[in-house]
DNA sequence: TCAATAAAGGACTTTATTGTCTTTTATTAA
DNA sequence: TTAATAAAAGACAATAAAGTCCTTTATTGA
């Protein structure tokens, strides 16, 4: 009853703490976004690394190089860092595990889950990274304890 | 993003079968169970075990002997199989992972997560099993597939 | 009482997820 | 052009979840 998987959480705040940045081109590193996150680091850079190659964030090597948001572009939601990470089917595979769950041949939560999993899915693309980030700047909410 | 554990899908497709069967008080073996729900006897069997050991349904060794669903009490619904197997914490966890994410120090996506829990909760407890093993047995949902 | 049956219980294996470590590649600045 | 830096990449290790197998215990009916 997990909502993300750990990779999803770190990927989540990473990105987050990466918003924070007043600088879209600010580089930081793997260490810093580690430490500030509370994850483990070198996961946290297999993470950083998808995210980059899935062009949520970007990244540069060598002296001063580090993750960044780079230029502002369509607003990213939570929803396109889980789809980004865990696939977009993950939101839609059926809950009884059928393999063929359908309208038409629906499993018996088929159609209570597929309302849950509209409103789900309907909350994270509302959740916008730059709204969020915000929040947590103003010391609204925080993204670790 | 799964919203059940594999544990837990076999878990609520062997009590929904059990209540398909007209008798209450009627035997069922792990073989017909697993062979019916499509799942993997021994760890089935597992899940039996600890079903039968949480009260929710009732075993019986020997000859004759299976699982069963006995005598009529009050409703058992899908949230009660769900809080039986995962235990009742696991729709209460932080999202992102946070060991004490609350109300007064919230993580970034707390309080929208708190209200889709509570749809899900919602949504779970609502779902009897009473119900959803008729529209089995009335072949408007099916276990399988 | 005894043999057969079926769940209970425990040890074990497999697979997926999470996490680590080391080497390579790209970039920067001296 | 070279040394230092930092991400990319890939192999490896630890843990947890899923699944198997074997022995024990309880029950039944002959």
């Given at each position: 009853m997990e909502i993300f998987s750990k990779t999803c959480e770190y990927a989540i705040k990473a990105v987050l703490y990466l918003y924070?940045?007043?600088?879209?081109?600010a580089k930081i590193g793997i260490p810093e976004i580690a430490r500030e996150i509370k994850s483990p680091v070198s996961f946290t850079a297999k993470i950083l690394q998808k995210l980059s190659q899935r062009g949520l964030i970007r990244s540069a090597k060598g002296p001063g190089g580090g993750f960044y948001i780079g230029r502002k572009r369509k607003s990213i939601f939570i929803l396109d860092i889980v789809n980004a990470i865990d696939g977009k089917e993950s939101l839609n595979t059926c809950a009884l595990g059928l393999?063929?769950?359908?309208?038409?041949?629906?499993?018996?939560m088929h159609f209570e889950i597929l309302d849950c999993r509209k409103a789900i899915r309907n909350l994270l693309g509302s959740q916008s990274i730059e709204e969020l980030s915000k929040k947590i700047l103003s010391n609204e909410v925080y993204l670790v304890n």
């Open positions: 924070t940045k007043q600088d879209r081109f393999k063929n769950c359908s309208s038409s041949r629906p499993c018996p």
